[in-house]
């Protein structure tokens, strides 16, 4: 039952059986209500304007706009929702995630008692991380905030925009591959190709892929490794 103390919560994934599982570890919490799941990054956008949570649990890998779009969106919109974001992902997704606005990343392998305390943190306006993810932050911000060439020195990363499975895509693209090659490349669908890529351009503010491909040169991808 929901009292107005309960944190309320809207849970955004797309695989049925993890947002069944999470609900019910939620529900089971005096202080904490579900009050809506999507299965979408739109639907995310949607559900967080009618409802109005507390906290949303964003996964990054969802149909239409990803889960950092759509945390970009909501944060925007609705600054008072804090995003948290659960994913499976462990890589520099979290610096464009906290780019986006999220005030949170766990990894889905997190224990019951972690994401609980990650919801009540993030909800208590607190900044939260798993463990392997704070660290992989303070060797990033110990660089002060930007990767390292193999001679030491400093060098700003392209496009911070994009996902680290985006920056992958953008760099075969910009080698000339076509999408059939990147999707057997990769071990990928060729429909998440085509959405991939979709998401690449809308974020380059490009309208073809010859323009997305001078871009990323011009930033320096697909060149060949010697």
């Known amino acids: 039952m929901m009292s107005e103390q309960s944190i309320r919560i809207l849970i955004a994934d797309d695989h049925p059986v993890f947002r069944f599982g999470l609900r019910a570890l939620l529900e089971a919490q005096a202080d904490m209500a579900v009050v809506g799941e999507a299965e979408s990054g739109e639907t995310a956008v949607n559900q967080t304007q009618s409802l109005q949570p507390d906290v949303v649990l964003m996964d990054i890998n969802m149909p239409g ?3 950092i779009e759509a945390t970009k969106q909501i944060v925007d919109s609705w600054p008072q929702t804090a995003v948290l974001i659960i994913t499976m992902f462990d890589d520099d997704t979290v610096f ?18 972690e994401t609980l305390r990650a ?50 895509i953008l760099e075969l693209l910009a ?49 060949s490794e010697k």
């Open 65 to 67: 706009i990803n889960g």
């Open 96 to 113: 464009t995630a906290m780019q986006a606005g999220a005030r949170g990343y766990l990894l889905k392998g997190a224990q019951g008692d």
């Open 119 to 168: 919801i009540r943190a993030v909800a208590n306006g607190e900044v939260i991380f798993s463990p392997g993810i704070a660290e992989q932050m303070m060797a990033f911000f110990m660089k002060g905030g930007r990767e390292t060439t193999p001679t030491g020195s400093a060098k700003a990363k392209p496009f911070p925009e994009l996902t680290p499975r985006e920056r992958e």
């Open 175 to 223: 080698q000339g591959l076509t999408n059939t090659a990147i999707a057997e490349k990769l071990v990928l669908s060729p429909k998440t190709i085509r959405n991939q890529v979709s998401n690449i351009f809308s974020k380059l503010q490009v309208a073809s892929r010859s323009e997305a491909i001078v871009k990323a040169r011009e930033a320096g991808l697909g060149k």
